[in-house]
Each structure stands twice: as structure tokens, then as C-alpha cells.
């Protein structure tokens, strides 16, 4: 089956930027995603890039896509306290709308 | 509008009971699909129903079923609990059956303690 992987924990200052990276196996994916999870609560979409893009820019939200290396990315430009949380990317796969979910990141900033 | 809704919000049960979890999608929705998330792990998928017709069934024992009604709400079971079921059950709903710009919707889960 597929396999999503994630580094568990990166932590910046206030104001830096963030960037959480993630890969993938399957090569025929439509669209990756990049969900949040705050303590407690259920998942947030954040962003999403269909698969024959390269990048995709949303306020401080981008994404990089690296298919050759099925590579995943999310750049978060002025991290702010805020934005502290775990991360998760997504690879719908399937004849429906299955996600296979990486392990998560989880995102520290520093005030 | 209301998003997805699911009951209880916690709930603790014993070893080899059975229990029931459900899921209100978003109006309009009509995909719905499963998921379990173990402390510290992505969330696992389970189900996905879509027009009351199951669509995908992940990598799960036989005593996880579920179903989706004529309304689109949906019901997981779960039979002779064990204590690996301890998880965050999470509900989401999406418009389409199939992948899209939209993702899912999902519901704040469902915190099942099995002692």
C-alpha cells in the first residue's frame, strides 16, 4: 500500500519560516494535501496542489511538489504562535476518495 | 451551515463490548468516509461510503462495519472491543465520491477510551 513519511518535529522562532517536508510512493495520486490539527480537535484542510503542478502559493502557504522525487513540501512564511500545531500531508488514492495520511509533523514555533 | 457532527464526543467502554459511533455530514455532502487515529499517528482510514454505497474499506478487522443512511449520516460499529480500538474516530464528508480540490470535511471525532 502507500506509504506517507513526515519528519515528527521541527521547531522555529516567531517570524521564521517553516517548512515541513514529506514523501510519497504513489506515483498516481491527483491531488496531495496539507492538513492541520490542533490540540484536541479534528482535521483542517489548509491546502491541497494537483499533482501536475509545481508549486501553488496561498497568502503564506507553499506548496512544493516534486513528483520525480515524490516529494512534498509546506513553507509557511512568519511562522506565528499560532500556527503551532501537528501537520499532516495527504495522498488521495483509490478508486474513491481514500487519503493515506503521513505520521505528522508537529510544528513548536518559539515566541 | 453546521459542519460535520458527530456523537458522542467521548466515550469509554469495556473490553468485548460493542459500540456505535455517528457521523452528520455537511449538507449536501454525500460521501462519507472513517478514520481512526491512534494517539501520536496519522489517521488510518476505515470506510468510505458514498451515495449509501460503500466505495473503499481499508485495512481493518471484520468487526469494524459501517453504514450510511438515506439522509447521508453514517454509523460505524465497532464489535468485541479491544483495547488497540482506543483511538480518535474522525468523520469526514466531501461533496464527491472521487478526489478533488475539495478534500474532506472532517468532524472534531469521537474519543473512544476501551478499558
Known amino acids: 500500500g502507500e506509504d506517507v513519511e513526515q519528519s515528527l518535529f521541527l521547531s522555529v522562532r516567531e517570524g521564521d519560516s517553516s517548512v515541513i517536508n514529506c514523501t510519497y510512493t504513489?506515483?498516481?495520486?491527483?491531488?496531495l494535501y496539507w492538513y492541520k490539527q490542533e490540540p484536541g480537535a479534528g482535521l483542517q484542510l489548509l491546502t491541497y496542489i494537483f499533482s501536475n503542478m509545481d508549486m501553488k502559493q496561498d497568502q503564506r502557504l507553499t506548496v512544493l511538489l516534486n513528483k520525480k522525487d515524490k516529494h512534498l513540501s509546506l513553507r509557511i512564511a512568519d511562522t506565528q504562535t499560532g500556527d503551532s500545531a501537528i501537520y499532516f500531508c495527504?495522498?488521495?488514492w483509490g478508486t474513491g476518495n481514500q487519503f493515506y495520511f503521513g505520521t505528522g509533523t508537529s510544528l513548536t514555533v518559539i515566541p | 451551515d453546521a459542519g460535520v457532527t458527530q456523537s458522542p464526543t467521548h466515550l469509554i467502554k469495556t473490553r468485548g463490548q460493542h459500540v456505535t459511533l455517528r457521523c452528520s455530514p455537511i449538507?449536501?455532502?454525500?460521501?462519507v468516509s472513517w478514520y481512526q487515529q491512534v494517539l501520536g499517528q496519522g489517521p488510518q482510514f476505515i470506510f468510505q461510503?458514498?451515495?449509501?454505497?460503500?466505495?473503499g474499506r481499508g485495512n481493518f478487522p471484520d468487526r469494524f462495519s459501517a453504514r450510511q443512511f438515506p439522509n447521508y449520516s453514517s454509523e460505524l460499529n465497532v464489535n468485541a472491543l479491544l483495547l488497540g480500538d482506543s483511538a480518535l474516530y474522525l468523520c469526514?464528508?466531501?461533496?464527491?465520491?472521487?478526489?478533488?480540490?475539495?478534500?474532506?470535511?472532517f468532524g472534531s471525532g469521537t474519543r473512544l477510551t476501551v478499558v
Open positions: 504513489d506515483s498516481s495520486s491527483t491531488y
Open positions: 495527504a495522498d488521495s
Open positions: 461510503y458514498y451515495e449509501k454505497e460503500e466505495r
Open positions: 449538507s449536501g455532502h454525500k460521501s
Open positions: 469526514a464528508s466531501s461533496s464527491t465520491g472521487i478526489s478533488s480540490n475539495y478534500g474532506y470535511t
